[in-house]
């Protein structure tokens, strides 16, 4: 059986970077999609560094159909007609800028939910055709969705939007053996969240986890290979959430 073969994106640095480099390690195809070109082409480097075939599909925004379309194509080649698991990791958060509600640039909201909400969902209708029994898709959201954050409602917002869309989908897959689950980490400490926070990021709510440490990406990467895998084989539509205890299910 040939290895299978994962289309992750926003995989130009940070998280996406090290879902990737994840599967990777355990023999999978990759197939890298980012805005960032540049970052993409060298996680696909990176992946192939160890050991497992990649490919990158230029400038891609989850945002666009066409787009969408060609990163799935890109990934379906390179898995001889299949893709086995989508991660959708694309989202804004960097840039965004922490206001009180009336003050959120309405723009900037509605980049929020066509990047954060719509991406993934554009994302899976064209990966669609080539997923196929036994294939899965992790959509990543965030654990603020538990419990809110000030002067961030547009990122929360888009985030449980993922969490819904999330059960909406395993169902609808599921009629095909498609599981579809929700990836929740806490503050993970990224480039994104180094441009947030900056030195703060740090310690940013360590004093507020069971576990009194930071989260690195490696600490998120096991349980994204985890829902993606066969041990999580009848898990579906649910959320794993991933921020050393800040918050319990």
Same mark, same amino acid.
Request: overall charge negative.
């Given at each position: 059986?040939?290895?299978?073969?994962?289309l992750?994106?926003?995989?130009?640095?940070?998280?996406?970077?090290?879902?990737?480099?994840?599967?990777?390690?355990?023999?999978?195809?990759?197939?890298?999609?980012?805005?960032?070109?540049?970052?993409?082409?060298?996680?696909?480097?990176?992946?192939?560094?160890?050991?497992?075939?990649?490919?990158?599909?230029?400038?891609?925004?989850?945002?666009?159909?066409?787009?969408?379309?060609?990163?799935?194509?890109?990934?379906a080649?390179?898995?001889?007609?299949?893709?086995?698991?989508v991660?959708?990791?694309?989202?804004?958060?960097?840039?965004l800028n922490?206001?009180?509600?009336?003050?959120?640039?309405?723009?900037?909201?509605?980049?929020?939910?066509?990047?954060?909400? +719509?991406?993934?969902?554009?994302?899976?209708?064209?990966a669609?055709?080539?997923?196929?029994?036994?294939?899965?898709?992790?959509n990543?959201?965030?654990?603020?969705?538990?419990?809110?954050?000030?002067?961030?409602?547009?990122?929360?917002?888009? +985030?449980?939007?993922?969490?819904?869309?999330?059960?909406?989908?395993? +169902?609808?897959?599921?009629?095909?053996?498609?599981?579809?689950?929700?990836?929740?980490?806490?503050?993970?400490?990224?480039?994104?969240?180094?441009?947030?926070?900056?030195?703060?990021?740090?310690?940013?709510?360590?004093?507020?986890?069971?576990?009194?440490?930071?989260?690195?990406?490696?600490?998120?990467?096991?349980?994204?290979?985890?829902?993606?895998?066969?041990?999580?084989?009848?898990?579906?539509?649910?959320?794993?959430?991933?921020?050393g205890?800040?918050?319990?299910?």
């Amino acid at each position: 059986m040939s290895a299978p073969t994962v289309l992750v994106t926003g995989a130009a640095g940070g998280l996406g970077r090290a879902f990737a480099l994840g599967f990777a390690g355990l023999g999978h195809r990759v197939a890298v999609a980012d805005l960032d070109a540049e970052g993409a082409a060298e996680t696909a480097r990176l992946s192939e560094e160890a050991g497992a075939p990649a490919t990158w599909s230029g400038r891609v925004d989850v945002t666009s159909a066409t787009d969408t379309a060609r990163a799935a194509e890109a990934a379906a080649d390179l898995g001889e007609g299949r893709i086995d698991v989508v991660v959708n990791n694309a989202a804004v958060y960097a840039t965004l800028n922490r206001s009180p509600l009336e003050d959120i640039d309405p723009d900037e909201f509605d980049l929020v939910m066509r990047v954060n909400v +719509k991406g993934p969902w554009l994302v899976v209708r064209a990966a669609s055709p080539y997923l196929g029994a036994g294939s899965s898709v992790v959509n990543v959201a965030s654990a603020t969705v538990l419990s809110g954050s000030e002067q961030w409602l547009h990122y929360v917002a888009s +985030k449980g939007a993922v969490v819904a869309m999330t059960r909406t989908m395993a +169902k609808e897959l599921g009629r095909r053996e498609i599981r579809v689950n929700t990836l929740a980490p806490g503050f993970v400490l990224t480039e994104a969240s180094y441009g947030q926070m900056g030195e703060d990021a740090a310690t940013y709510g360590v004093d507020r986890g069971a576990l009194r440490r930071s989260c690195d990406p490696a600490d998120v990467v096991g349980a994204c290979l985890f829902l993606a895998g066969e041990g999580a084989g009848f898990v579906t539509g649910q959320t794993l959430v991933v921020d050393g205890g800040r918050q319990f299910l």
